[in-house]
């Protein structure tokens, strides 16, 4: 093993050990997560300026989302490809991909250019996910899986926070055009540091031994990477994939709201200005944050206390699913101050079930699978958030916000249902 280190790096000696390696790599992660959903989030943000500007409908706006849906929903072909080209380079093309798509949204006008960029923003963010739970797979040992898996989706939340600051800056100095621009150029300087720092495991030469053992340790047997990866089909069969992929299916729809039309809900239905929309906007997000932290938080309470690892993650969705019932009464609200903390809620009780769900994948599917697992996982989600978004688009100016806001509230239930159901524990 010393010598496949020392080999690494273009023949160059191998260089002094760096103390923990997979946190300054889940943090080099976090910041492309941030960067991901910051990308993806402007458009939401600058949405009633879009509108206005270009005579953009509800309708066509929601034909636009759904384009970034479908290029999402083909996670499972980008998984694939990072299972088989692996993290390093695949993951530095995907970055690359989406950055120069966000700089282009600055030439989009009308509605069908920006529906066709967002399908291929989407197609190249999707690959977010699965290079996540490939990470979280080879570079921790299941007991810290959650927690590493929390820290990254923090950067989902955190990129959603600062779209709203980006455009109220990128419009003071210029228009929104110039936050797409910023988006994307950071995208770009990122991959430079990706490809500079991130190695495999077994080809890090700053990688201690200690280290090492201690990752090694800690992964299942049972899971390591398999001679041969198994076909779509076959893993479509696994009634594990299913019990995944359908409880997000149900629960992402409360990320596309938050992220896509919360800022014209907050302007139509709330009388928010942009000035507002910055400044209480991100708070949803912040407390998504918090989510992140809390899912693997109340994993690691039960399994101190004799839970089996899946049914802890079982039971942390299922808390999860029960305070995103508090979104029922976001459209009852007299109180628009009382409307944001609700959303605040849904927001935190979202990133609680979601990252647990999403974390299930790297303790059930072997190494050179997860990848592809998360992104079936991932097609079923955002399946979710496209038919929300095209029921959203099509009736909200008949019926409001108000019913969209109680389904939401309870498709979680019905999802944590499905995950005690289907999912059974390794033998």
């Known amino acids: 093993m010393s010598d496949q280190l020392s080999s690494v790096g273009s023949g160059d000696a191998a260089g002094p050990r760096f103390p923990f390696v997979r946190w300054t790599i889940i943090g080099l992660f976090v910041l492309a997560m941030v960067l991901n959903y910051l990308a993806r989030s402007v458009l939401g943000v600058s949405a009633p300026m879009i509108l206005s500007e270009q005579s953009i409908s509800s309708e066509q706006y929601s034909w636009i989302t759904s384009a970034f849906q479908l290029g999402v929903m083909l996670q499972p072909l980008v998984g694939y490809f990072l299972d088989g080209v692996g993290l390093r380079l695949g993951f530095a093309v995907c970055v690359t991909v ?51 898996s929390g820290i990254y989706n923090i950067g989902a939340s955190f990129g959603a926070v600062f779209a709203p600051l980006l455009v109220a800056w990128a419009v003071a100095a210029h228009s929104w055009r110039l936050a797409f621009a910023v988006a994307g150029v950071l995208g770009l300087i990122w991959t430079l540091a990706w490809l500079a720092w991130y190695r495999a495991p077994d080809q890090h030469r700053r990688l201690s031994v200690g280290e090492r053992a201690h990752i ?53 239905e709330r009388g928010f ?23 693997p938080a109340v994993v690691s309470f039960l399994q101190r206390r004799g839970v089996n690892l899946i049914d802890a993650r079982r039971w942390a969705f299922t808390l999860g699913a029960v305070l995103m019932t508090g ?10 101050y009382v409307a944001i903390a609700l959303l605040c809620l849904g ?41 929300f978004t095209l029921a959203l688009g099509r009736l909200v100016d008949q019926i409001g916000y108000g019913p969209f806001f109680i389904v939401l509230g309870m498709l979680d239930l019905v999802g944590a249902a499905l995950l005690w159901t289907l999912v059974r524990k390794p033998a």
């Open 98 to 148: 989406w950055s120069l798509i966000t700089i282009a949204h600055v030439a989009a006008q009308g509605w069908a250019p920006f529906a066709g960029l967002r399908f291929a923003l989407g197609l190249a963010e999707g690959s977010a996910q699965p290079a996540g739970q490939k990470l979280t797979a080879e570079w921790f040992p299941a007991r810290e899986r959650g927690l590493a």
């Open 347 to 387: 927001g935190f009780a979202h990133q609680t079930l979601s990252v647990t769900v999403i974390t299930m994948a790297s303790d059930l599917f072997a190494r050179n699978e997860v990848a592809t697992v998360a992104g079936l996982a991932g097609l079923a989600g955002n399946l979710g958030v496209l038919v």
């Open 273 to 295: 200005d942009l000035a507002h929309i910055a400044m209480f906007a991100w708070l949803p997000f912040l407390a998504a944050d918090l989510g992140c932290l809390f899912g």
């Open 327 to 336: 979104m029922t009464l976001v459209g009852l609200a007299t109180n628009p």
């Open 216 to 268: 090694e340790s800690g992964q299942e047997q049972h899971l390591a990477a398999r001679g041969k990866r198994a076909a779509f089909m076959d893993l479509a069969k696994r009634r594990e994939v299913w019990g995944i992929a359908l409880p997000r299916m149900l629960a992402d729809p409360v990320w596309g709201m938050l992220s896509f039309w919360m800022p014209l809900y907050l302007a139509r």
